[in-house]
C-alpha cells in the first residue's frame, strides 16, 4: 500500500474560502434535516404522547443497544413535496443494531397526516425493503398508520412498485428466511393491516394497537352497527381470536422489549463475507474535504487521502485518466475496491473503472465508487462505458456508491450505479445530476441535490466530512449478505 500524500494547503485563502461556503451548504442540510426529525406539527406530536403513545424516533432509539448507531435513510424524503407537509414522508427508515444484530426499520410517523402513506412514502419503504432482502436483515416494522392518504392514492396503488409491493416483498423475503417483525403500536387501517398479518411474529400493544379493513366510522356507515376500535380489531381481538398477533404487550416499551427479545431468538445471521480490520483514521483530516470540494476540478487522490485508512492505497495505473484514482484500500477497516472519478470520463478512465470492479468481483471485495464525473467525446469512449455499465450491472459483491459531484449521462448510471444495483447510493451536497452528455450546468437542467433526495434517487444526503462513518456503516450491513448470482 501507497500513502496518498496532500499538495493541499489549508490555510491557503482560497481553500478557505471554498471550505467555508461548502460548512455553509452543510449547515443547511443540518438545519433541514432537524425540522424533519421533528415530525408532524405541534399539536399532532402532543395528542401522540397524551394517548401514552412514544414518538416514532423514540421508538427507534429505545429498540436499539445502546449507544450504538442509526444508519438512517433518506430522511429529507418528500422534501418541498406535498405543500411541505409530509417530513421525511411520514415514515422512518434505516439500519441499526438489536441486541447485537444489524436489522432494517420502518416506522411510521403517526403525527404526519396519521401516518398515511403518499407516493414518496411507498417509495421510501420498499427502498428500505430492497436493502434489507439484497443485505439479509431482518425487517423491523413499526406500524401506526391509516393506510394510503386518499386523495393521492391513484399515484401509488395500482402499479407494480405501489403500495401492493410491499406485501410481495415481504413474502419473498419471508420464503428466504429474512425475518418479518411487525409491532402494531397504533392505527393499521386498510393496506396498512396486510403488514403485520404478512410478517413471521406480530406484536401488538392493548388498547393502542388496531388492525382492519374498515374502521368504526365506515362499519355504521355500511351495517349501522356501533362497534369500538378495540372491539373491531384491538389487541385481545388479534392476539385471542383471529391469531393475526403472538404477542400482547401493556404499552409501547414492553412491545419493543418483546421486539428486542424475538430479534435475540431469530437464527443467527450469515457468515461474513470478508474479514474486517481494526479502522485507522486517514492520515489527512476528512474535514480538509470540505475545502477540496470548493476547488474547480478537486484531484480524486486528495478525496481518497481524506476518506480512506491510514490513507492508503494500491493503485491501479491511471496513465491516460487522470480524472481517476482507483485501487485495493481499507476503508474503516473494511478490505475495498475503490474508485473516485473527478472530472470528463474518458476512454481510459472507464477501462480503468471496469477492470477494477472485474478484479472486486473476482476477489469478491465490496466495490466503493466517488463519482463526480461527466462525460468525455473520445472515439472508443461509447464501447468503454458500455463495458464499464456491464461490469458494473453483474458485479456480484456489493457496491456502495457517493454522488459527489456533478454525475452526467453514462457516467452518472455506471458510477451512482443508482439503475445497476447499487447497495447504497449517498450523495454530497455538492451532486448534481444531468442526462446530458456534454457536462453539467444550469442551462443543462441538472437535478440538484435535494430535489433527488426527495425522491429517494439515493439514500440520503451526508456531510463529507462524516462520509467515512457512514460507508463503514453501510460495508458492516453489506457484509453478511449471501454472495449468489448478479444483482437484480
Ligand atoms: N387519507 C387522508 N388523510 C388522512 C387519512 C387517510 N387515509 N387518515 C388520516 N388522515 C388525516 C386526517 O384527515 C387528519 O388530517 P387533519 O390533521 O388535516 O385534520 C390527519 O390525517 C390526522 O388524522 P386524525 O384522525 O385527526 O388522527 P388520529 O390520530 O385521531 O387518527 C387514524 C388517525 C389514521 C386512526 C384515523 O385518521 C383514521 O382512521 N383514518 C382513516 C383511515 C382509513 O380509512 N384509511 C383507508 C386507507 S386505504
New binding site residues.
Given amino acids: 500500500m501507497r500513502p496518498l500524500g496532500t499538495a493541499v494547503d489549508p490555510h491557503h485563502p482560497r481553500f478557505v474560502n471554498a471550505a467555508s461556503r461548502l460548512a455553509g451548504q452543510v449547515e443547511q442540510l443540518h438545519e433541514l434535516a432537524a425540522l424533519a426529525r421533528l415530525g408532524g406539527p405541534e399539536e399532532?406530536r402532543a395528542?401522540h404522547v397524551q394517548r401514552g403513545k412514544l414518538l416514532p424516533r423514540q421508538r427507534v432509539e429505545s429498540v436499539l443497544d445502546l449507544g450504538t448507531p442509526f444508519l438512517e435513510l433518506s430522511p429529507l424524503a418528500a422534501h418541498g413535496m406535498y405543500g411541505g407537509e409530509v417530513p421525511g414522508a411520514g415514515c422512518i427508515t434505516g439500519i441499526g443494531t438489536v441486541r447485537g444484530r444489524l436489522v432494517t426499520i420502518i416506522a411510521n410517523d403517526?403525527t404526519v397526516?396519521?401516518?398515511?402513506y403518499h407516493p414518496v412514502s411507498v417509495t421510501k419503504s420498499l427502498r428500505a425493503q430492497e436493502i434489507a432482502e439484497r443485505n439479509r436483515l431482518p425487517c423491523l416494522f413499526m406500524v401506526d398508520?391509516?393506510?394510503?392518504?386518499?386523495?393521492l392514492?391513484s399515484e401509488m396503488f395500482a402499479d407494480r412498485e405501489h403500495g401492493g409491493r410491499m406485501f410481495y416483498n415481504q413474502a419473498r423475503m419471508s420464503s428466504k428466511g429474512i425475518p418479518q417483525i411487525a409491532l402494531v403500536m397504533?392505527?393499521c387501517?386498510?393496506?396498512g393491516a396486510y403488514v403485520p398479518a404478512m410478517s413471521d411474529e406480530v406484536v401488538i400493544v392493548r388498547e393502542q394497537g388496531t388492525i382492519f379493513l374498515?374502521?368504526p366510522p365506515?362499519v355504521l356507515a355500511a351495517t349501522g352497527e356501533r362497534v369500538s376500535a378495540e372491539e373491531l380489531g384491538g389487541g385481545d381481538v388479534h392476539a385471542r381470536v383471529s391469531g393475526v398477533a403472538d404477542h400482547l404487550a401493556e404499552d409501547d416499551s414492553h412491545a419493543l422489549e418483546l421486539a428486542r427479545g424475538i430479534v435475540e431468538n431469530l437464527p443467527p445471521a450469515g457468515r461474513p463475507l470478508w474479514e474486517r480490520k481494526k479502522p485507522v483514521e486517514p492520515a489527512h483530516s476528512p474535514s480538509e474535504l470540505h475545502g477540496i470540494l470548493g476547488e474547480a476540478a478537486p484531484d480524486p487522490r486528495e478525496v481518497l487521502a481524506r476518506l480512506l485508512d491510514a490513507s492508503l492505497l494500491e493503485p491501479l495505473e491511471t496513465a491516460g485518466a487522470p480524472e481517476v484514482a482507483a485501487g485495493f484500500a481499507r476503508l474503516v477497516g473494511h478490505p475495498v475496491a475503490v474508485a473516485a472519478a473527478f472530472g470528463a470520463l474518458g476512454t481510459a478512465g472507464a477501462r480503468l473503472v471496469a477492470r477494477l470492479v472485474e478484479l472486486a468481483g473476482e476477489r469478491r471485495l465490496p466495490v466503493v465508487f466517488l463519482a463526480a464525473a461527466g462525460e468525455a467525446g473520445e472515439a472508443g469512449r461509447v464501447e468503454a462505458m458500455a463495458a464499464l455499465m456491464d461490469r458494473v450491472a453483474r458485479l456480484s459483491s456489493p457496491l456502495v456508491s457517493v454522488i459527489a459531484g456533478p454525475t452526467a449521462g453514462a457516467a452518472h448510471v455506471a458510477l451512482s450505479a443508482r439503475s445497476l444495483g447499487a447497495r447504497f447510493v449517498f450523495a454530497w451536497p455538492t451532486a448534481a445530476i444531468s442526462a446530458t452528455g456534454m457536462g453539467v450546468g444550469p442551462e443543462n437542467g441538472p437535478i440538484d441535490p435535494l430535489h433527488a433526495t426527495a425522491r429517494i434517487f439515493d439514500d440520503g444526503l451526508v456531510d463529507p466530512a462524516t462520509t467515512r462513518e457512514v460507508l463503514g456503516l453501510a460495508l458492516e450491513a453489506t457484509r453478511r449478505s449471501d454472495y449468489r448470482g448478479r444483482n437484480p
Fill in positions: 399532532a395528542k403517526a397526516n396519521g401516518g398515511t398508520s391509516g393506510g394510503a392518504f386518499l386523495p392514492q397504533g392505527s387501517t386498510a393496506g374498515a374502521g365506515l
